[in-house]
């Protein structure tokens, strides 16, 4: 199979990046010729990995911006970056299509120049820039966000084809980005059953409580972090509740200011904050937990937008609390309970409510991780990247 394929991520290094990684192996376990250019993180600073078929070339990870300047140097950098090992690429392994995974959505720039080589772009939308950049900043307007929207625009014109994420990220791509309906997949980021074990739990874990309420993801600006500190808070003040032990995993930049806030509530005694760990003791904590929860709070990105920890929740037969948002009710459906948007005394009523029936977290268990096995899996997810890939390939001759 002569079918040459290079993945661009500027976020995030591979393999720590999940839904990339499991592309690359993907496609490379299928008899493609994978290739992947991303930034350098930490425990990944090799130049260059040869890891399960996939060419792996990492750059130095850009300065993060701030403010417009910031973000100009920052992109710049980025696309200096991405291009010069484009060329290597192309010259030492070659490539037929790039794959650019946002954000940001300028990755279609490093493949004009390859266009008259006959290579096509392709999109693989991980996060709506616009409404990320509200969720982040709170406002529609200024240089910045206008950029946000044309970059958006621009990218689509030059995909070939796109993957989006859920139906809401499809209807953007055909309302917003004018792309014809049959040139958008829906590629739903399905977890990998052998990679989220079911376990025994730990119960040193809990600190000598009885319940344990989990939590997963990136320690961002944006995660709604701040409504699970409330909620452990009104559970433990309110409502009487000092047996719930509040186990967060994950690291990111939000980490040291949270961390802060826990101390100041006084919450140290009941809330964990355990930073990036291995996949090893992550496990070992969702394993542990009896309800897991998600706190991103209601706007326009969140409610449009797929949270992998929502389904590695379910793919681990946990029970799920989490603000009432369209993807995540799409995603967990019967597997999670709906908390009032943004209302972090109810989100905690709704955890409490949960623990205190363990039958009903029975069943709650029992359909996540059906829905996983049967239809959210990668396993089963992964055939619409096989099938575009093949359907485009196909029409090219290959």
């Not at 394993?287 to 409610?303: K, L, P, Q």
């Not at 937008?305 to 929502?310: E, G, L, P, R």
Request: charged share 30%; hydrophobic share 35%; net charge negative.
């Amino acid at each position: 199979m002569d079918r040459k394929i290079l993945i661009i991520v500027e976020n995030l290094p591979v393999p720590f990046d999940t839904r990339v990684w499991q592309e690359a192996s993907t496609l490379a376990a299928n008899g493609y010729t994978v290739s992947v250019i991303c930034p350098k993180g930490k425990g990944y600073d090799k130049d260059y990995e040869h890891l399960d078929g996939v060419h792996i070339y990492r750059h130095d990870l850009p300065t993060e911006g701030n403010g417009a300047i910031g973000y100009a140097r920052e992109y710049f950098f980025a696309l200096k970056e991405e291009y010069r090992l484009a060329r290597k690429i192309y010259k030492e392994v070659g490539f037929d299509v790039i794959h650019g995974c946002n954000p940001p959505d300028d990755i279609y720039m490093v493949a004009l120049p390859f266009r008259r080589k006959g290579v096509d772009y392709v999109f693989d939308h991980h996060d709506i820039c616009p409404e990320l950049f509200e969720a982040k900043f709170g406002k529609k307007s200024g240089a910045l966000y206008r950029s946000q929207i044309w970059l958006e625009h621009q990218t689509y014109r030059h995909c070939k084809f796109a993957f989006v994420t859920n139906e809401s990220y499809r209807r953007i791509a055909i309302e917003r980005g004018g792309m014809k309906p049959e040139d958008v997949w829906v590629l739903r980021s399905g977890p990998r059953l052998e990679r989220l074990r079911i376990q025994p739990p730990k119960p040193e874990i809990k600190r000598g409580k009885k319940y344990m309420v989990g939590y997963l993801g990136v320690i961002g600006q944006q995660e709604g972090i701040e409504y699970l500190l409330e909620a452990a808070r009104y559970a433990r003040n309110e409502m009487g509740r000092d047996d719930i032990f509040w186990g967060i995993v994950g690291g990111g930049p939000h980490l040291a200011e949270l961390r802060r806030q826990c101390s100041e509530m006084g919450l140290d005694d009941i809330v964990e904050f355990t930073g990036r760990v291995s996949d090893e003791k992550l496990l070992d904590y969702l394993n542990t937990a009896d309800v897991c929860v998600n706190s991103d709070e209601y706007n326009e990105m969140n409610d449009k937008s797929t949270m992998n920890k929502i389904l590695e929740y379910m793919a681990l037969g946990k029970p799920i609390v989490q603000f009432d948002l369209t993807e995540g009710r799409c995603s967990a459906a019967g597997a999670s309970l709906y908390a009032k948007p943004n209302d972090a005394a109810d989100l905690a009523r709704k955890v409490v409510e949960l623990l205190d029936d363990p039958a009903r977290r029975a069943e709650m268990s029992a359909i996540g991780r059906d829905r996983i096995i049967n239809a959210l899996s990668w396993e089963h997810t992964s055939r619409t990247l096989l099938e575009a890939y093949d359907r485009y390939f196909t029409a090219r001759g290959k």
